[in-house]
């Protein structure tokens, strides 16, 4: 599986921003598609992942509300809709698969990741 991730950026606090994941290759997603990010000095840490064959999702307490998860299934992309900003939310967001639980080992195959800063 390949993840392209793009739609990172510059933007102010109670901004928004959309990102998204297009996957290809010959490999199938068996489970589901993820978003996670790391911040500088920090861990990285799952933010919302999205059943790849049904509609179930799963997020970050720290992200509910405020971010949502998508996915475009004849186009093989997946979105991140993350609106009302915060500096903490800055990042590098990587989507990754193959499953949709919020612990970071269980992703196997990862994009490049996208900066997303996030001004007071």
């Known amino acids: 599986v390949q993840l392209q991730a793009s739609g990172g950026g510059l933007v102010q606090a109670g901004g928004f921003l959309r990102l998204s994941c297009v996957a290809s290759g010959r490999s199938r997603i068996s489970y589901g598609l993820g978003w996670l990010r790391q911040a500088p000095g920090k861990e990285r840490e799952f933010v919302a992942a999205?059943?790849?064959?049904?509609?179930?999702?799963n997020y970050a307490d720290s992200v509910k509300g405020r971010f949502t998860i998508s996915k475009d299934s004849v186009k093989n992309t997946v979105y991140l809709q993350m609106d009302s900003l915060v500096p903490e939310d800055t990042a590098v967001y990587y989507c990754?698969?193959?499953?949709?639980?919020?612990?970071?080992?269980?992703?196997?195959?990862w994009g490049q990741g996208t900066q997303v800063t996030v001004s007071s």
């Open positions: 990754a698969a193959d499953s949709m639980v919020p612990a970071v080992i269980m992703y196997h195959y």
């Open positions: 999205i059943e790849w064959n049904g509609g179930r999702t």
